[in-house]
């Protein structure tokens, strides 16, 4: 019997120490985590180049549209002032000496200049206004605004310009240009004006100096 119990006794101490000496594999220690504040950091530096990308974009975005618009506000303005000088030479009248619808030779010159307009510009049509100073009747200055206008139409159809593009209206001495009582009133109310009825001059054949 004490043999047995010796037996079983030593059975145990023996699996004990077997088991004793099988130890757990070691393992690699977890890494630390990074500390709050540096992930902070990291996230606020990622955010700051994010917003200045940005910035540097839009910058670029605007300063690209803001040249864009320059270029076509700066057509627009020479294009305008062309258009301007333009109407400005075709508009200035033509005069005449006292009582005569014939035209003089300094006529002729400035109405060779409108006819280049003109041509350049074959949509555009026009109405000559015959005026007079305010000497004579209503009637027979309405009768030599007439001539004087239907004298410059002659004139400019002989010339090339299609008769249809032109129409002639007599104002006699109902709207001068100068309200004096002098020759040098009567000399700027003795004329034929130019007004556009369709259409819009683009072309300037002769620089923006054309007109007389």
């Known amino acids: 019997m004490l043999t047995r119990r ?9 699996v004990a120490a077997v088991a004793c000496s099988k130890k757990a594999p070691e393992t690699a220690p977890a890494p630390a985590p990074a500390p709050a504040a540096n992930a902070d950091s990291i996230a606020k530096a990622r955010a700051a180049d994010s917003a200045k990308a940005a910035q ?19 057509s627009i303005a020479a294009a305008q002032q ?7 030479g075709f508009a200035m009248p033509v005069y005449f000496d006292f009582d005569k619808s014939t035209l ?13 307009i003109l041509n350049a510009n074959p949509s555009v049509t026009v109405q000559i206004e015959g005026h007079t100073d305010e000497r004579g009747s209503s009637e027979y200055n309405m ?15 002989q010339h090339g310009v299609a ?45 923006g ?3 007389g």
């Open 104 to 116: 003089t030779d300094s006529a002729k010159m400035a109405l060779d200049q409108k006819i280049k």
């Open 163 to 207: 008769d249809a593009r032109i129409t002639i209206i007599s104002y006699g001495e109902e709207r001068p240009a100068a309200a004096g009582h002098d020759e040098t009133s009567w000399s700027q109310n003795r004329r034929a004006e130019f007004v556009i009825t369709v259409g819009q001059l683009q072309n300037t054949p002769c620089g």
């Open 143 to 157: 009768a030599l605004g007439q001539r004087r206008a239907a004298s410059v139409k002659r004139y400019l159809t």
């Open 56 to 74: 540097a974009a839009a910058a670029a975005a605007k300063a690209h549209d803001d040249s864009i618009a320059k270029m076509k506000a700066d």
């Open 6 to 14: 010796l037996t079983s006794a030593l059975s145990i101490v023996l």
């Open 82 to 88: 062309r258009a301007d000088m333009l109407k400005a």
């Open 209 to 211: 100096t054309c007109g």
